[in-house]
């Protein structure tokens, strides 16, 4: 049996081979849970706001809540954190049409 080095030949050529490289490790699952996240989905905006899921897709489409569109034509929505905050503070609060 051939030894496992970095390089092989190939059988019809005779010629060094290189190995394949190694596949990339994974994040630890701790890692991957400790990033902290700084956009919101509609859902989860729907959750903080207190409303319903489909006003919150209106306001979005509408361009009331701060959004950063992740589909071409407007499709999925992302919401930072931050700009819901001040949203919120700001213009979400004093909104009596809401």
Same mark, same amino acid.
């Given at each position: 049996m051939a030894e496992n080095n970095t390089k092989t030949q190939d059988a019809a050529t005779a010629k060094p081979v290189a190995a394949m490289p190694e596949a990339p490790q994974r994040l630890p699952r701790k890692k991957i849970r400790s990033i902290k996240r700084v956009t919101l989905t509609p859902r989860e905006v729907?959750?903080?706001?207190? #409303?319903? =899921?489909? !006003?919150? #897709?209106? =306001?979005? !489409?509408?361009?009331?809540?701060?959004?950063l569109p992740i589909e071409p034509g407007g499709k999925g929505f992302l919401v930072p954190q931050n700009a819901l905050a001040e949203w919120m503070d700001t213009c979400g609060r004093q909104a009596k049409w809401m």
């Open positions: 729907a959750e903080v706001t207190g #409303y319903g =899921l489909g !006003r919150v #897709y209106k =306001l979005l !489409r509408l361009g009331v809540i701060p959004h």
